[in-house]
């Protein structure tokens, strides 16, 4: 089973959710994975042993003058303005640059082979019993989406999801989000009861719900500050809140200090387990 | 010489447009005749690398030189790749630029150093 973790707003304890649902599950043939790629931060939780390093990135194109006559039909092509022929010469700019491979396939002289542009790393190794693996994009690159892509693909290809697989998504509800949750059997929503937490929650339900359509469920963190304005829209909406975790000063001593919450407080530990017990019902209805 | 000016409207008497890639228009003025023709900028919608679609624009049609306000670095690169000099303007109408290019009032952006122009590069390259 895959649970993507996502949230809407940020900061509003997707990791918090994740990791400590990945370690009170303790699923045999488990995996991790943090798809949040801009910063990926479960590993200051998990502390996993990363023994494997790749480079990634998209491919782009690379033209041989020699064969080139300067046509233009590349940048006709290009829905990106990637490249660009002026006069006899063409630039590509990869900072652009979709990796879409639609300059290439169009090149009526075949002047145009593609290159991998390196944008981020995958990074993975085993975290206890846990398979870990993160995604980290370069400093200055604006793509998430790709690294996500082949995040997903390579972990599931080396570990086929048999067992359970838990997905740390980025905030938000665009392209990265969407990336991140596809494929995944049911989606877990963290959100903090105030205005600012239902005002992305709400977007990113749509997002994922209505048109991916993937079950999701609601963890209500920090409850007891803000004001009754998500659980009224769950309820309006039909979405199931599966927990709620109290503002708890002990929960952000333990955070600060990279302690998962199930370790610092054992009670914990029987919560998340009901959690998974009922994400495993929603799954099944 | 054949130039192009970036103007907030298609018309020689309008006011310059500051911007380069989503400039509003382009007119085209031959400064030995005087003779002048304006197209809409197709590129100001576009949802990233305008600068270089417009410079692109620009370049076919054979100009040797542009004004503008600024110049962003894909709009800088494409226009430096197509031999087109780039001088900066801060004001005035069209017409008026015309004259100051003529009359040698305008700075050039130094293609080596790079010293100016780069105010108004508003896309950023995304």
Known sequence: MIIAVASGKGGTGKTTVAVNLALAANSANSLFLDCDVEE???ALFLHPTLEHRKEVGILIPQVDEAKCTACGRCAEVCQFNAIAVVGQKVLVFPELCHGCGSCTLNCPEEAITEVLNVTGVLESGPAGAIQFWQGVMDVGQAMATPIIHQ????SLEVQPPDGLAIIDVSPGAACPVVEAVHGADFCLMVTEPTPFGLHDLRIAVEV???ELHIPVGIVVNREGVGDSGVDEYCAAEGVPILMRIPLDRRIAEAHSEGVPVVEALPEYRAKFITLYGRIQEEVAK | MKIAISATASDINS????????????VFVDTETGKW????NTAVSASGGAGIQTAQFVAKHGVQAVVSG???PNAFATLNAAGIKMFVARDGTVQELVKKLK???LQE???AKRTVGLRHARGGGR
């Open chain 1, 40 to 42: 990926p931060n479960a």
């Open chain 1, 151 to 154: 995040l997903k693909t390579r």
């Open chain 1, 208 to 210: 994922i719900r209505d």
């Open chain 2, 15 to 26: 006011p310059f447009d500051p911007r380069f890639g989503r400039g509003a228009s382009f």
């Open chain 2, 37 to 40: 023709e304006t197209y809409p």
């Open chain 2, 70 to 72: 600024g110049f962003g």
């Open chain 2, 103 to 105: 009359a040698g009032e």
């Open chain 2, 109 to 111: 952006v130094d293609a």
